[in-house]
């Protein structure tokens, strides 16, 4: 059952610590129960109080463990770090950010670096001289046989002339 000392316990424990607490599995659906049942007690202004300052200790609590996903889901895509007990109503948030997190990253390392060229595996069939790619490195000359990894462009270019087959393409 929870009480007003309860959450009040589990607020300064969360704040208090960088991982979260571990709150029981049917913490939101007691937290629920709870606030219905003082809401319908209600008489004086001692009861009044007392849900006024559940409502923003459990609002206190329920910040804190967002800060801490969306750092504990940063800690996740840098070092495979797994969060420990996350609620169910919270999984979403933390998996979310996890995927923000990966799209963002890539983002700008293709800013950074600029948009990779998709490469594929060829195998010359006939004498290749050498070539300027469209990622502007040289290939080249390749021999028949000989195997090379060149951008997609280039080795589609390479295959329609007859020029060579593929063997892997990414």
Known sequence: ML???TIREFVIKEKNTPK????PDNFFQDVRAYLESK?????????LWELDNSRRMLQDLLDARESKLVKLALVFVRAGVTPGKVMPEEKALF???VQNIKAFQEARKESIEGQ?????TVAALEEVPRFVGVDMKTYGPLRKGDIARVPRDNSQLLISKGLARLIEGK
């Open 39 to 47: 809401a319908r007690v209600s008489e004086g202004k001692e009861d």
């Open 95 to 97: 998996d979310n950010t």
């Open 20 to 23: 979260l607490i571990e709150l």
């Open 116 to 120: 990779r060229e998709k490469m594929e």
């Open 3 to 5: 009480t007003y000392e």
